[in-house]
């Protein structure tokens, strides 16, 4: 579950979708609903701890979001249900799991998957020209706010002896 998460989550950083009549498809509502059918397949359906707040809390806003929708047309209301129906996926599939994550692991695939997705963003720009302003692929710009959030969060939860090492690295030039 460790690996489906993180590629869910780094999947919402690339712009691969489908159009469908009603919706885009993209990678992440099908790792999100993988996800859930793996841990319904294990015989988990309900998270241990009962339902989780954050969930709970967001509900009514969920229920309003799809309800004022519907204002716009049925089709707009359903397009913004099943959106709605695959986050809850992929929160109850966390919520479910949650207590088997390799955090670590986790965390690793994260970032390297950031970086990755990253370094791809840059090159593509290279390739077509823009030596500055990296930001016209709309998922992929998305890296440059949260790779550095990953290693920073990395930098402070290291080992003591690793730390050092990563915070030298971390220092740049500034004017």
């Known amino acids: 579950m460790t ?18 009549s009603l919706v ?38 969920f229920t309003w979001h799809v309800m004022s929708a519907l204002g716009a047309g049925v089709d707009n209301g359903l397009r913004e249900a099943l959106q709605i129906a695959t986050v809850l996926a992929f929160v109850w599939a966390v919520a479910i799991s949650i207590d088997e994550y390799d955090y670590r692991r986790l965390g690793a695939l994260l970032a390297a998957g950031l970086a990755i997705i990253t370094i791809y963003s840059i090159g593509w720009h290279v390739a077509h ?44 030039d500034t004017p």
């Open 24 to 61: 885009y498809v993209r990678p992440f509502d099908a790792l999100a609903f993988l996800m859930l059918g793996w841990s319904f397949a294990r015989g988990r359906v309900f998270p241990r701890g009962g339902l989780p707040t954050g969930l709970v809390l967001l509900l009514p806003y």
């Open 3 to 20: 690996v489906l998460t993180a590629l869910a989550v780094l999947s919402l950083f690339t712009p691969f979708r489908v159009s469908l």
């Open 129 to 172: 020209g823009y030596w500055t302003g990296w930001k016209r692929l709309v998922d992929p710009k998305a890296t440059f706010t949260f790779l550095p959030m990953v290693l920073g969060c990395i930098i402070v939860a290291g080992a003591g002896s690793r730390r050092a090492w990563l915070w030298l690295g971390s220092i740049r």
